[in-house]
Nanobody, 123 residues
Framework: QVQLQESGPGLVKPSQTLSLTCTVS??????????WRWIRQPPGKGLEWMGT???????AYSPSLKSRTSISRDTSKNQFTLQLSFVTPEDTAVYYC???????????????WGKGTLVTVSS
């Protein structure tokens, strides 16, 4: 079974860069049927898609976060990483990584999620 685990600091200071790693087990991040996503949920708010890295390494980002967001991967470790720069307290959220399924030439949704990790932006 595929498992995803978020890891990284739980506290980041304003203006600094938030960095999280998603470690994937039970499946390769280079498998062409899948996409790998970062999603966040601020306290009391809904889920927000942040970005995706494809099996090939190409990326796509939410327009509202694109200027501050970078997703990369380390295929040797089967990990992908989120970096969000110039953070503010409004970036405080539970951050999730998830796997998206690509079937029949279309995105069929996400089938596996990490448990999420809370990141607080505060000085």
């Amino acid at each position: 079974q595929v498992q995803l685990q978020e890891s990284g600091p739980g506290l980041v200071k304003p203006s600094q860069t938030l960095s999280l790693t998603c470690t994937v087990s039970g499946g390769s991040i280079t498998t062409n049927s899948y996409r790998w996503r970062w999603i966040r949920q601020p306290p009391g708010k809904g889920l927000e898609w942040m970005g995706t890295i494809h099996y090939s390494g190409s990326t796509a980002y939410s327009p509202s976060l694109k200027s501050r967001t970078s997703i990369s991967r380390d295929t040797s470790k089967n990990q992908f990483t989120l970096q969000l720069s110039f953070v503010t307290p409004e970036d405080t959220a539970v951050y999730y990584c998830a796997r998206g399924v690509w079937v029949g030439g279309m995105d069929s949704g996400m089938d596996y999620w990490g448990k999420g990790t809370l990141v607080t932006v505060s000085s």
